[in-house]
């Protein structure tokens, strides 16, 4: 995890994986040192009530369903995901096997962390005790928008309970995970996160999940694990603690004009197979270009390019990853069809479970 630039804490680093984006809620703050801040003390009545607006009334209605996450080694966020289990980062639970759960209204409640999964960065704690008035936050039906208002709720810095507003600025982005591998189909956002609030929600104004908060990269950029991929990994996390994803085995790159136009295509599309790895599902199936010297340019030369999988058009590493990881599962057979030498053709492969670790872009 890379440090953020504030004298007033010290952050964890997410294990010996160096992300490209710094992780937005791993506070090493110990909880003996320092106690959270205390909630305010909501009186609802007839003229409180009315005051504040559309981010009040979501904020109201969705912050009993969050809490902060103690591990002893980091805080960060979470949310109650159905009557007995918590919802956060990966990063968040780190290698802990217990945590402390403290919902808004000061109740302090044990954990036990059911499963992670590194390569989403998701984690589920089971809890012990809920409040009375505590509801599990549902999620969108519907697909997020770009220019959609968002809220994210959290406990950044430490500060219990804090609320911030933004937009959708883009979707289908590939972000860094702790396993080395990128993140598909995640959600970026304008919306305002720090060290503390990872694992929170990212809801509607409607309060419904659209993301999980995952990491920042700058002032006006944050990014959300999707409420799709949680909504796939989430229930084997609880079911058995571990989640497998499918793998190609296989490393990509657009075609780019440049590369069309060194492969003699009449336009760019589709994406080029740069290598394979030996004794992966692509092996021998998929054939990998070689890199050749085009004006001065090391440019990827022959080799297959995936046109379609599954009947579905790739357009871009992004959609291949987002197709993987929402409509596959390892031992899926996959009809995939290529341009071969000019020539169109289909061929089929058979997913494998994803390794642990990677250090290079591969699906």
């Not at 506070?27 to 009040?56: A, I």
């Not at 980091?74 to 007995?84: H, I, V």
């Amino acid at each position: 995890m890379s440090k953020e630039t504030s004298t007033r804490r010290r952050f964890l680093k997410a294990g010996s994986v160096a992300l490209t984006a710094a992780l937005a809620g791993c506070s090493n703050t110990p909880s003996s040192s320092t106690e959270p801040s205390q909630p305010e003390t909501q009186q609802v009545d007839s003229t409180s009530s009315n005051k504040g607006g559309k981010y009040t009334q979501v904020y109201r209605e969705t912050i009993p369903s969050v809490v902060l996450v103690d591990t002893g080694q980091g805080q960060g966020t979470g949310f109650l995901y159905d009557s007995s289990h918590i919802v956060t980062n990966a990063h968040v639970a780190g290698t802990a096997s217990q945590a402390q759960l403290r919902f808004h209204d000061g109740t302090w409640s044990d954990g036990t962390v059911l499963g992670t999964d590194s390569h989403s960065d998701l984690a589920v704690i089971s809890v012990d005790e809920i409040p009375d008035t505590t509801e599990p936050l549902s999620f969108i039906q519907d697909s997020p928008v770009i220019g959609q208002e968002v809220v994210a709720i959290g406990n950044p810095y430490d500060l219990n309970g804090t609320v911030t507003s933004g937009i959708i600025s883009g979707l289908d982005r590939l972000i860094p995970s702790p396993a080395g591998y990128r993140i598909p189909d995640a959600i970026q956002t304008d919306a305002a996160v720090n060290p503390g609030n990872s694992g929170g929600p990212l809801v509607s104004l409607d309060g419904a999940v659209i993301g999980v908060v995952n990491s920042k990269r700058g002032d006006n950029i944050a990014f959300g694990i999707s409420a799709a991929l949680t909504q796939q990994v989430v229930p084997e996390l609880i079911e058995t603690g571990e989640y497998e994803h499918a793998y190609m085995g296989v490393s990509l790159q657009n075609v780019t004009p440049t590369i069309a136009d060194a492969n003699e295509m009449s336009e760019p599309r589709g994406l080029l197979v740069v290598q394979t790895v030996r004794g992966g599902p692509a092996d021998g199936v998929l054939q990998p270009s070689d890199i050749e010297f085009v004006n001065g340019t090391r440019v990827p030369v022959g080799g297959d390019i995936i046109l379609t999988v599954g009947g579905e058009p790739m357009r871009s590493f992004e959609d291949l990853a987002s197709y993987l990881a929402l409509q596959t599962r390892p031992g899926d057979t996959l009809e995939v069809t290529i341009l071969r030498d000019g020539t169109e053709q289909t061929v089929e492969l058979t997913l494998v479970s994803r390794p642990e670790q990677s250090q290079s872009p591969l699906q």
